[in-house]
């Protein structure tokens, strides 16, 4: 790979990619905090019967959540770098058809 532009595409795509599997986990984790809670009752099984692996499991995705904050966060310093040094990114294309931020930073934590 020798030119700029080629690989600031490649990365754009590496980024996306495991934004979108950071997404995806944590989705996966909230199914299974679901399930342990939800049908731990009827599956007959005591509150205190897995108490430390649902703990163990909100570690978890609290751990996804901070590291898909640095993503985000990389995500805005690579794009802003990119601006800099006048790279064209296009990772393929449109790349989810987001919504950005109206200010500031990607990190920027927005309100619902």
Do not use: C, W, Y
Request: hydrophobic residues 45%.
């Amino acid at each position: 790979m020798n030119d700029k532009t080629e690989f600031a595409n490649l990365i754009a795509r590496r980024l996306q990619t495991a934004e979108q599997a950071v997404d995806q986990a944590l989705a996966e984790i909230s199914l299974l905090t679901h399930d342990m809670t939800r049908h731990r009752a009827s599956a007959r099984f005591a509150a205190q019967a897995g108490h430390q692996a649902l703990i163990d499991v909100h570690a978890a995705a609290g751990a996804l959540v901070e590291g898909r904050s640095r993503l985000v966060a990389s995500h805005d310093r690579l794009a802003r770098t990119a601006r800099v040094l006048g790279l064209s990114i296009t990772a393929g294309g449109p790349l989810e058809g987001k919504d950005q931020p109206a200010t500031g930073a990607a990190a920027q934590v927005i309100e619902l």
